[in-house]
């Protein structure tokens, strides 16, 4: 008989568990509802608020940008509130924050309102985690995560797909107000499921290393954000954001590594497999979100799709996701390396197809590829945590899921800021490459079969030649993207080799 058997499977789960299991899900349905459904609408958002596309991203990453802030803080959080008490007051301020986005009457407030969703949000998924890998016994971990997974991946496939229809039937503030009545619904959950988990304990939260570290990444995330409009380094404001950014990084790094009890216990990275599990868990941050930041844009921009269309193709990374829990489970328990090395191969073909896109792509095009992607993203992330926690001590699981989820946000922020960066430069150096041979002494432009529209001798012909190459301009930013987006999924398969075998 096996050991698994012997210790019980998945029948052994008693009521109380299952329904902090279903607490949990619901939790992060919201989460994960938000992120794809904010991707759909930015491009009705920044038709309406007059943004750029370098100023609609900070909806997306400032944030991710809170969410990471305020992630390590999970830990304390839990042992001062209690768990009861900490997910009920993020579940609501998070659903507060969600009707607030609705509300937003300009590109301030809306950042503001999604700022508060990163801050309530940031512990939900840590502490969800944590409460299933301290709940459930170690032998049941791979299970457990798996169905917590489903509960995950349901939102950000339910996201795109009620976020457009609400988008098309009224506006982008309806789909943030979608979120209000699942988040009633996960307050009502949380109240009864975690009905016993209500003890709390005197800590003492380090405030030097918090701040320090906060600096550093509010920092850092600036100068991608807004290094390209302001001339990076001819700027005094980015120079002088980045030396703060300096300094408050040394500060925390010292602090670490001199405090008696510091704000990220550093000795948590002499566990090899948590180590090397953060390292995977930043480059599967920077996977994560980002070809929900582009194909939007990209589809409602240069190919005219409505909405709903939109949507579809997006859930279509939902639905690689599910395909992937029907193999999950045993892979995990069998060869995790090998899953997580499959999981990063996945990616990188995924994301080397999507480079091959030109601007005729089709509907089958971005579906198959966002589907290979989700499968991906799927078959890496369970084992990748599972190896991870495999060998931390109990007591150390709760700080070890903030570090592990603030390196996964914070990895998707910077990320993102990096990817818009090289969209923009490369839209505008092409543009201006490509309209050089935009005269009257091009011979090629005076072929009887080019289209009439496209007119050299008329004011409106110009106009309209203007806007091809601004379409096709921006076809390579994105290509450049999505090259980029394969070779980092590749330079995370050689990680897969570094983690020692998942102990029996």
């Known amino acids: 008989m096996s050991a698994t058997t012997a210790q019980g499977g998945i029948f052994t789960i008693s009521g109380r568990q299952w329904l902090i299991l279903l607490m949990v899900q619901l939790s992060n349905l ?37 969410t990471a802030v305020a992630t390590p803080m999970t830990g304390w959080l ?84 009620f976020g457009s229809i609400m988008t098309e039937a009224y506006n982008w503030r ?61 700027s005094t404001e980015i120079a002088l954001t980045t030396a703060i950014g300096l300094v408050a990084f040394w500060i925390f790094i010292a602090h670490c590594l001199t405090a008696s009890k510091p704000f990220l216990n550093p000795r948590l990275l002499l566990d090899r497999n948590f180590a090397v599990g953060t390292v995977i868990a930043f480059v599967m941050g920077m996977l994560s979100f980002i070809t929900l930041v582009l194909f939007p844009s990209l589809l409602h921009d240069l190919r005219g799709y409505p909405d709903s269309i939109i949507g579809s193709l997006l859930a279509a990374r939902g639905i690689g996701n599910w395909m992937a829990f029907l193999v999950i489970v045993p892979l995990t328990r069998i060869a995790p390396r090998t899953a997580i090395a499959a999981g990063f191969l996945a990616q990188a073909v995924a994301g080397f197809s999507m480079a091959q896109f030109d601007i005729n792509l089709t509907f089958f095009d971005v579906f198959w590829t966002n589907l290979l992607q989700g499968f991906g993203q799927s078959i890496t992330f369970t084992p990748m945590t599972v190896v991870a926690f495999a060998t931390l001590p109990p007591h150390q699981v709760t700080e070890g899921t903030a570090i592990f989820t603030m390196m996964r946000n914070f990895g998707s922020s910077l990320y993102i800021s990096l990817t818009v960066l090289l969209l923009v430069r490369s839209t505008t150096e092409n543009y201006a490459r490509m309209t050089e041979f935009i005269t009257p002494y091009n011979r090629i432009l005076t072929f009887p079969e080019l289209p009439a529209v496209w007119s050299l001798d008329t004011t409106t012909g110009l106009l309209r030649v203007s806007n091809e190459i601004q379409r096709q301009a921006a076809m390579i930013g994105y290509v450049n993207a999505f090259y980029l987006t394969a070779t980092v999924a590749a330079l ?13």
């Open 30 to 66: 919201l989460f994960g509802m938000t992120i794809t459904l904010a991707n759909v609408v930015l491009p009705q958002v920044r038709g309406t608020l007059s943004a750029t596309q370098d100023e609609i991203s900070w909806v997306i990453t400032l944030n991710l940008v809170a």
């Open 78 to 161: 839990a042992s001062r509130l209690g768990w009861r008490t900490l997910l009920m007051t993020c579940v609501t301020g998070f659903t507060v924050s969600s009707l607030l986005c609705g509300f937003a009457y300009s590109l301030e407030s809306l950042v503001l309102a999604r700022v508060g969703q990163g801050l309530f949000g940031a512990p939900i998924m840590p502490l969800g985690q944590a409460i299933l890998l301290a709940t459930f016994p170690r032998h049941l971990h791979a299970t457990a995560l798996v169905i917590w997974g489903v509960g995950s991946v349901f939102g950000p496939v339910l996201g795109p797909i």
């Open 174 to 234: 309806a789909a943030f107000f979608m979120i209000v009545p699942p988040g009633i619904a996960a307050m009502v959950c949380v109240w009864f499921a975690l009905s016993q988990h209500t003890e709390r304990t005197s800590t003492q939260l380090d405030w030097t290393g918090f701040i320090a570290l906060s600096v550093a990444m509010v920092a850092a995330q600036l100068v991608f954000d807004r290094g390209q409009r302001l001339d990076w380094f001819e």
């Open 492 to 504: 995370g398969i050689p990680l897969a080799c570094l983690l020692r075998p998942r102990p029996n």
